[in-house]
């Protein structure tokens, strides 16, 4: 009797997000998702649901599919990328953007910092007014130049520019494309996640990856429009930046993504065996919300609120972050849980509030795993 208890109390709670996905998908939120839910000794759960797009005869979704990452790309490719450079002394977080960065003049801007980009403070709005330039150097003079949208440090807005920013610098100070920064790290993981080596977690896709990738439509202002992207990153800065960027351009599998948030929650306990730069103290460093007012960010992450998109269970010790496609990865170290949940809502999908009520459902619904 009790070992059928036992079981009731652990498979109630997915089969209740399992529900929460597939009622998702019915009223096409999205047409496919992947989730792989876990501690940090290993994956507890991990399934694949619907079809690749909406159309009659579309392929099944695989837990092997890869998808467009998005912002996930922010805190894994670009926050790691600073945090190796910052291990190393290539930079510190109180470094001034303008050492890097020539054109990052003016008295309103001069004393912003590294710091200040990975919390979202250094006074950048969200995205560009016109259409994005042609080129990599016209985008960093163009946010370089850009009008400050409010003071360094007196509010956070979430901001794609600024990750553009930190992408560019991570690039000027290792070395190194971010693309070959980010791999070499992730080299160095597969000792202590093997998964690494078979699951695609990597600026762009190729082959078979490419060719099952769960697909995305481009957005009416992309010049791509009317185009199916399969394995083509969505956002159109990074495509316009070479598909690799410090905001967008990461793709991979949700066991891939499952590996690495198994690496910050180990370190984030105290797993002093996770090398640089996810040291337990360094990862603590990353993840310590912000002292900026008003702000739930920390070092490139997001930490709990009851009304974000982790839902209400998780603990105050909780870090995310979600992707514009319908990604989505969040961390609980005092529960020692992970969860990932990866669509394609932007395949003809579901507007952003319709995807943030699926993801705080499927959070909660696992609020007890």
Same mark, same amino acid.
């Given at each position: 009797?009790?070992?059928? =208890? !036992?079981?009731? =109390?652990?498979?109630?709670?997915?089969?209740?997000?399992?529900?929460?996905?597939?009622?998702?998908?019915?009223?096409?939120?999205?047409?496919?998702?992947?989730?792989?839910?876990?501690?940090?000794?290993?994956?507890?759960?991990?399934? %694949?649901?619907?079809?690749?797009? +909406?159309?009659?005869?579309?392929?099944?979704?695989?837990?092997?599919?890869?998808?467009?990452?998005?912002?996930?790309?922010?805190?894994?490719?670009?926050?790691?990328?600073?945090?190796?450079?910052?291990?190393?002394?290539?930079?510190?977080?109180?470094?001034?953007?303008?050492?890097?960065?020539?054109?990052?003049?003016?008295?309103?801007?001069?004393?912003?910092?590294?710091?200040?980009?990975?919390?979202?403070?250094?006074?950048?709005?969200?995205?560009?007014?016109?259409?994005?330039?042609? !080129?990599?150097?016209?985008?960093?003079?163009?946010?370089? %130049?850009?009008?400050?949208?409010?003071?360094?440090?007196?509010?956070?807005?979430?901001?794609?520019?600024?990750?553009?920013?930190?992408?560019?610098?991570?690039?000027?100070?290792?070395?190194?494309?971010? *693309?070959?920064?980010?791999? *070499?790290?992730?080299?160095?993981?597969?000792?202590?996640?093997?998964?690494?080596?078979?699951?695609?977690?990597?600026?762009?896709?190729?082959?078979?990856?490419?060719?099952?990738?769960?697909?995305?439509?481009?957005?009416?202002?992309?010049?791509?429009?009317?185009?199916?992207?399969?394995?083509?990153?969505?956002?159109?800065?990074?495509?316009?930046?070479?598909?690799?960027?410090?905001?967008?351009?990461? +793709?991979?599998?949700?066991?891939?993504?499952?590996?690495?948030?198994?690496?910050?929650?180990?370190?984030?306990?105290?797993?002093?065996?996770?090398?640089?730069?996810?040291?337990?103290?360094?990862?603590?460093?990353?993840?310590?919300?912000?002292?900026?007012?008003?702000? !739930?960010?920390?070092?490139?992450?997001?930490?709990?609120?009851?009304?974000?998109?982790?839902?209400?269970?998780?603990?105050?010790?909780?870090?995310?972050?979600?992707?514009?496609?319908?990604?989505?990865?969040?961390?609980?170290?005092?529960?020692?849980?992970?969860?990932?949940?990866?669509?394609?809502?932007?395949?003809?999908?579901?507007?952003?509030?319709?995807?943030?009520?699926?993801?705080?459902? +499927?959070?909660?619904?696992?609020?007890?795993?």
């Amino acid at each position: 009797m009790h070992d059928a =208890q !036992s079981k009731v =109390q652990v498979t109630r709670p997915v089969d209740d997000a399992r529900r929460v996905l597939l009622e998702a998908i019915t009223a096409r939120v999205f047409p496919a998702a992947s989730t792989d839910v876990g501690a940090s000794h290993g994956s507890l759960w991990h399934e %694949a649901f619907g079809t690749l797009t +909406f159309d009659p005869g579309a392929p099944p979704a695989e837990v092997r599919t890869p998808f467009d990452l998005a912002s996930l790309t922010k805190i894994i490719a670009t926050t790691t990328a600073v945090m190796a450079l910052d291990a190393s002394g290539a930079i510190r977080l109180d470094t001034p953007i303008a050492e890097t960065l020539s054109e990052w003049r003016g008295a309103d801007r001069e004393s912003v910092t590294m710091r200040d980009l990975l919390e979202h403070a250094a006074g950048l709005p969200a995205r560009l007014i016109d259409p994005p330039p042609s !080129s990599v150097r016209e985008f960093e003079h163009d946010i370089c %130049a850009l009008p400050l949208e409010y003071g360094p440090r007196t509010r956070s807005i979430y901001s794609d520019l600024g990750f553009i920013l930190l992408g560019l610098i991570a690039t000027l100070r290792g070395g190194g494309p971010l *693309a070959s920064q980010f791999g *070499a790290i992730a080299d160095r993981w597969r000792r202590d996640e093997p998964s690494l080596a078979r699951e695609p977690l990597t600026y762009g896709l190729h082959g078979v990856n490419k060719a099952r990738a769960a697909p995305t439509m481009p957005t009416d202002e992309d010049t791509r429009r009317g185009r199916t992207l399969v394995g083509d990153v969505h956002d159109n800065y990074a495509a316009t930046l070479g598909a690799i960027a410090g905001h967008a351009g990461l +793709f991979g599998t949700a066991a891939g993504v499952a590996a690495f948030a198994r690496l910050v929650l180990r370190a984030a306990r105290g797993d002093d065996r996770i090398p640089e730069p996810l040291s337990p103290s360094r990862v603590a460093t990353y993840l310590t919300k912000t002292a900026v007012p008003g702000s !739930s960010r920390a070092l490139g992450w997001d930490t709990m609120l009851p009304t974000s998109s982790c839902g209400t269970k998780m603990s105050a010790t909780a870090v995310g972050h979600v992707g514009f496609t319908g990604t989505s990865l969040w961390i609980d170290p005092a529960r020692d849980r992970y969860f990932v949940l990866l669509t394609n809502r932007a395949c003809r999908g579901g507007t952003l509030d319709a995807m943030r009520m699926v993801r705080r459902a +499927f959070h909660d619904a696992l609020g007890d795993r």
